[in-house]
């Protein structure tokens, strides 16, 4: 199992980015879908979270500008970031809740992270 998280870069504030997070390999099922980021000399943070559902929740700080979705029939989820600001820069990582057989248990996995730059 594998998950690939792209779409970060550098922008100026104000400005938006789209962060995508694909699932691929032996997949049974996905439940939630999470992103996480962690900025220079700062503890990892959950920015935002969805069900397989789609029920979703967000970090204080990112609400009313960031808003997360998912592809079930794709095994994605993705991050619209709008209205960015110098304190979101941070290296933001996928994550996801799995199991890759009908009888097995869930398991946590992390996608490689993405870096978002947003200069004032």
């Known amino acids: 199992v594998q998950l690939q998280a792209s779409g970060g870069g550098s922008v100026q504030a104000g400005g938006s980015l789209r962060l995508s997070c694909v699932v691929s390999?032996?997949?049974?099922?996905?439940?939630?879908m999470n992103w996480y980021r962690q900025a220079p000399g700062k503890q990892r943070e959950l920015v935002a979270g969805?069900?397989?559902?789609?029920?979703?929740n967000l970090v204080d700080s990112v609400k009313g500008r960031f808003t997360i979705s998912r592809d079930n029939a794709k095994n994605a989820a993705y991050l619209q970031m709008n209205s960015l600001k110098p304190e979101d820069t941070a290296v933001y990582y996928c994550?996801?809740?799995?199991?890759?057989?009908?009888?097995?248990?869930?398991?946590?996995?992390w996608g490689q992270g993405t870096e978002v730059t947003v200069s004032s």
């Open positions: 390999g032996k997949i049974f099922t996905i439940s939630a």
């Open positions: 994550n996801a809740d799995l199991r890759i057989s009908p009888a097995g248990r869930s398991y946590n996995y």
């Open positions: 969805i069900t397989s559902g789609g029920s979703t």
